[in-house]
């Protein structure tokens, strides 16, 4: 394919745009009015497996990357694999992990000039306390990139964690609105408890079951699985935004299970939208089948306040 072509017309598994969901069968700060003002806009990503361009959003897609720039590679010691002299040692090969468009996600504040958000990590453990892969997060303008796209495929790397080795999946940006789950305040969680424990017998469902996600998304809340560990911006020392997280589940059931992937035999009146199940049919392509170490995940953070918009990751 020439440079600057991107396939428009070829592209498989198109992103089926918003999922739709369940409404949420309570109004939160009517009920436990303690929340109020905690509410954050989300957007969901829903990867489902597939075959995305690098014209699309997509996790574990190929992304748009410029022909003269190099793809980026580890620079960890013990990640080089040794090649006989003179030739020297080959580093590994970084992986994409997430691109989106800002045509896709309107919720996302791009930095000035750029439209496009890019994720790559070393699908290698890193020894450096956070025992992970080891992202590089970018920021382009697609329609410069676009003029002058490489054509090649990215290299593969030799050695890989399959943890965190996305497969290429289509994503379909969902908005919603979520509440905090374990960023409730311990003196909140202590005060209104026992309230929620009460709802969810007397109604068969939970507040965190249908108000807070655990899943891929963009802003919103983290998805933690341990304790919250926000960061601060080195440079300026305020507390970073939440960016993007890359969890390794996905919504197999309840509310956050888009409609059309229900399981058609539940698909009545009598199972409420907070127990409904997946399809069997559908459930091989939920997600991008990356286990990040022990069901967990991937969460990025921004500092809008510096200019130069540093961004920086947590895992658990």
């Known amino acids: 394919m020439p440079s ?18 369940a409404p949420i069968p309570l109004d939160v700060e009517s009920v436990f009015p303690e929340l109020t003002g905690m509410a954050r806009q989300v957007t969901l990503l829903y990867p489902r497996a597939g075959q995305p361009g690098p014209g699309e959003s997509s996790v574990g897609g190929p992304l748009l990357w410029p022909a003269g720039e190099a793809w980026p590679v580890c620079a960890e ?20 992990v997430l691109q989106l468009y800002a ?3 309107s919720d996302l504040v791009f930095p000035a000039g750029t439209d496009l958000l890019q994720i790559l990590w070393c699908p290698l453990v890193h020894e450096d306390g956070q025992y992970a892969a080891n992202p590089r997060v970018l920021w382009r303008d697609s ?13 593969r790397p030799h050695r890989a964690d399959e943890d965190f080795v996305p497969r290429p999946c289509t994503v379909s ?33 939970g507040f965190f079951d249908v108000a807070t ?34 969890t390794a589940t996905e919504a197999g059931m309840g509310r956050w299970l888009p409609l059309d992937e ?18 069997p049919a559908v459930l091989d392509s939920m997600g991008h089948d990356m286990d990040l170490g022990d069901l967990g995940g991937m969460y990025f953070f921004v500092c809008r306040t510096c200019p130069d918009t540093p961004c920086t990751h947590r895992y658990d």
Not at 178 to 196: K, S
């Open 4 to 21: 600057g072509q991107i396939p428009q017309d070829t592209r498989q598994d198109r992103p089926a745009g918003p999922r739709a969901l």
């Open 213 to 246: 996600t655990q899943q891929s998304k963009v802003g919103g809340y983290p998805s933690w699985t341990q304790a919250p560990d926000w960061p601060d911006c080195e440079g300026c020392g305020t507390r970073m935004e939440h960016l993007v997280s890359i």
């Open 262 to 279: 229900r399981d058609p035999a539940q698909d009545d009146a009598t199972t409420p939208s907070w127990r409904a199940e997946a399809d």
């Open 173 to 205: 940006p969902t908005p919603a609105v979520e509440y905090p789950n374990w960023d409730l305040p311990e003196q909140l969680v202590e005060l209104i408890g026992e309230r929620f424990g009460e709802w969810e017998q007397e109604r068969g469902f």
């Open 103 to 105: 045509r896709d996600v």
């Open 143 to 155: 329609s410069s990139t676009a003029a002058d796209a490489a054509a090649w495929r990215p290299p």
């Open 77 to 96: 010691a013990g990640h080089y694999l040794p090649l006989a002299d003179p030739v020297g040692p080959e580093p590994v090969a970084m992986v994409p």
